[in-house]
């Protein structure tokens, strides 16, 4: 069992930048693929970037060059540095973790780009 904490969300400038945080608790945490996801109101969830157990990223291609997804194992947590943030990055952002079939869900941090 996996317990996902997410933090860090607020209200921000356009051309700010926030990064949001992902605590787990329970084991086996670095071998867990970790995956942002958002979800703006009236929208179906969407995938923003993902890293395997082993490192590998991958993004969505509206947050290429400006979102960095990492992870710590050593912390059981995952991160994503937003910059250059727009209007339309306002979401609730969630935390995923998958292994073989098996995933957990953060309660999810709201994120607000607004001038």
């Known amino acids: 069992q996996v317990q996902l904490v997410e933090s860090g969300g607020g209200l921000v400038q356009p051309g700010g930048s926030l990064r949001l945080s992902c605590a787990a608790s329970?084991?086996?945490?670095?071998?867990?693929?970790m995956k942002w996801y958002r979800q703006a109101p009236g929208e179906q969830r969407e995938l923003v970037a993902g890293i395997s157990g082993g490192g590998t990223k991958n993004y969505a291609d509206s947050v290429k060059g400006r979102f960095t997804i990492s992870r710590d194992n050593a912390k059981n947590t995952v991160y994503l540095q937003m910059n250059s943030l727009k209007p339309e990055d306002t979401a609730v952002y969630y935390c995923n973790a998958v292994y073989i079939g098996i995933e957990y869900w953060g309660q999810g941090t709201q994120v607000t780009v607004s001038s």
């Open positions: 329970g084991s086996g945490f670095s071998i867990y693929a």
